[in-house]
């Protein structure tokens, strides 16, 4: 049994050349669906796996399937581990019985 939706963890900085993390400035994430809409179908279409058409119908969607969900945060590797597999077992779980 697959899920065909995709997931990302996503970090909220990173380490500099002296081990020492930087965190970036929170963003306004609310145009984040619509910019990672967007650049899916565009590698879809240039793998003639969707074609255009069928790709600026979806963008014109109200409710294109694309979402970011950013409300979750954590603040050491430990706990970003067992959010990340707490979500992803309640997910996996909910995906065996929408039948995918």
């Known amino acids: 049994m697959t899920d065909p939706l995709p997931h990302s963890l996503?970090?909220?900085?990173?380490?500099d050349e002296a081990g020492v993390f930087q965190e970036i400035p929170c963003l306004d994430d609310s145009r984040l669906p619509k910019i990672f809409a967007r650049e899916v179908l565009t590698d879809?279409?240039?793998k003639e796996l969707v074609s255009p058409e069928w790709a600026e119908r979806i963008l014109?969607?109200?409710h294109t399937g694309f979402n970011v969900?950013?409300?979750v945060r954590t603040k050491?590797?430990?706990e970003?581990?067992?959010v990340g597999r707490d979500f992803l077992s309640r997910h996996a779980l909910g995906a065996a019985f929408r039948g995918y």
Do not use: D
């Open 10 to 15: 996503v970090t909220e900085g990173g380490t």
């Open 44 to 46: 879809l279409v240039r």
């Open 60 to 62: 014109s969607w109200r």
């Open 69 to 71: 969900h950013s409300l």
């Open 76 to 78: 050491t590797k430990l």
């Open 80 to 82: 970003a581990e067992r």
